[in-house]
């Protein structure tokens, strides 16, 4: 779809609830039998969602807890719609969760089953379940509540005409408004993805990891797009938030200082505080993937164009711009200072991460005076005018997680894996050398997965 006619925005405007601003003690629907089962179950669920040591011993249990829920909902759809006024976007949720449960029930299942050593690893499963099981209790928490979904506002459009057309690196925006987001047109044409076994030699890269950038491919982009120029930032984010009423997650793992070993869930946080100091002006972080293409449909809805998520085909297309080298700048890293916000001797000297007595790999001798994320646009950008496609912000794409590179498309189409685990590319703020690289990628295994150091840029069609 190229762009949405008036007449649809129209009928989505009309189509979206208008229950107004809900407060805390708005009334919640009656609860018949039904539900009050629904709610034991939900109960259920959230308790099953504690690791017991190991994935066969831990999801057959959630599995047959998260079917139940389901089978309840639905009877309580059929039977008391009004009961439940949120269940259509339970039962996505829920549905994710189920696909995610019976991946781990039949792969557990198979003759020598072993857990990749780098994605599902004890700390990562337990904050797989900790995220989930956040979830599960804000949906108890809301079950009978009014959807707070409001009316949807178009926004001030411009009149810059942009189409396939028109000349890359050029800037525009769709909207009159504080924090509109500025878009860069880019070119169609193709590159080389994933790494080298020299340059993954050179940096290091663990063995293990090393089947995630193989094999290299030939991907042509044949459109041309537009792409954020930034990352979407804190300001943006609240906005979309105050207009539509969506209730991102709550929770994250988060780095902090001087953390030892993997990243923790802690529950308090959330994309207004991270747990470090963020100004409307940062990248927005600890958000899901499914608040990111929440975002995206309003900004849709609201301009009349799509914007979506990029696939991962495409992300590596914007994030080389044309270069072939380790980095999208070349292939030393103390030019890092200049092109990306990375974990550099400032982050080091504030944060100190380690993994028992080995304290972790930082960007040497490079100083670029943030221990955290920065404003967006504060580094140099790449040869298609886009900053932060490495380091500052992790960026979510629109595929889900396939281990290798041996079967992804050739033409930057989505590719979907077996369960719906996230994708994220890119470096962030505390990223050591190796992981800057724009061939980097891998997986988190939840789609609920958030921390302090992943969030989202849009693309546009055209």
């Given at each position: 779809m190229r762009a949405l006619r008036p007449t649809v925005i129209a009928a989505l405007s009309l189509a979206l609830i208008t229950p107004g601003t809900i407060s805390a003690s708005a009334e919640e629907a009656p609860a018949g039998r039904p539900v009050r089962e629904l709610e034991a179950s939900l109960s259920r669920l959230e308790k099953?969602?504690?690791?017991?040591?190991?994935?066969?011993?831990?999801?057959?249990?959630?599995?047959?807890?998260?079917r139940r829920v389901l089978k309840s909902l639905r009877r309580v759809a059929r039977e008391q719609p009004s009961a439940v006024p949120q269940a259509r976007a339970f039962t996505r949720q829920l549905t994710r969760l189920e696909a995610e449960t019976g991946y781990w029930v039949r792969e557990s299942s198979k003759p020598g089953f072993e857990p990749n050593?780098?994605?599902a690893t004890d700390p990562l499963m337990r904050a797989a379940l900790a995220e989930w099981s956040t979830e599960i209790t804000e949906i108890r928490h809301d079950l009978r509540r009014p959807d707070p979904t409001r009316r949807l506002h178009l926004a001030a459009l411009t009149t810059t005409p942009v189409s396939a057309t028109t000349s890359p690196g050029t800037l525009f925006t769709d909207t009159h408004e504080r924090h509109a987001m500025t878009m860069v047109v880019i070119p169609r044409g193709a590159y080389t993805a994933g790494a080298t076994a020299q340059q993954q030699q050179q940096w290091k890269v663990p063995q293990g990891r090393r089947s995630f950038e193989r094999p290299q491919r030939h991907v042509t982009v044949a459109h041309s797009i537009a792409a954020g120029q930034t990352e979407v930032t804190v300001g943006q984010f609240k906005q979309f938030v105050k207009e539509t009423g969506h209730k991102p997650a709550q929770g994250m793992r988060a780095w902090q200082p001087h953390q030892d070993g993997w990243m923790d869930f802690r529950p308090r946080l959330n994309y207004l505080d991270p747990g470090f100091p963020q100004s409307d002006a940062h990248p927005v972080v600890g958000i899901t993937k499914y608040d990111a293409q929440a975002f995206t449909v309003w900004m849709s809805r609201r301009t009349g164009h799509t914007y979506r998520l990029p696939t991962e085909g495409e992300w590596e297309y914007l994030a080389r711009a044309g270069s072939t080298t380790a980095f999208f700048w070349g292939d030393d890293i103390e030019s890092a200072g200049a092109h990306a916000n990375t974990y550099d001797e400032d982050a080091f000297a504030a944060n100190r991460f380690r993994a028992g007595s080995t304290v972790w790999d930082h960007v040497p001798d490079v100083h670029d005076g943030h221990a955290h994320t920065s404003p967006a646009a504060s580094f140099n950008p790449n040869a298609f005018g886009l900053h932060d496609m490495t380091g500052n912000a992790r960026e979510f794409v629109a595929d889900t997680w396939v281990n290798n590179l041996k079967d992804a498309s050739t033409d930057a189409s989505v590719r979907h894996g077996q369960a719906p685990f996230i994708v994220v590319r890119g470096g962030a703020w505390n990223y050591r050398p190796q992981n800057l690289r724009t061939a980097y990628r891998n997986g988190y295994l939840?789609?609920?997965?958030?921390?302090?150091?992943?969030?989202f840029r849009l693309v546009r069609d055209l």
């Open positions: 099953s969602l504690t690791w017991r040591g190991s994935i066969a011993a831990t999801y057959p249990s959630v599995d047959t807890a998260v050593p780098f994605l939840s789609s609920e997965a958030r921390t302090n150091m992943f969030g």
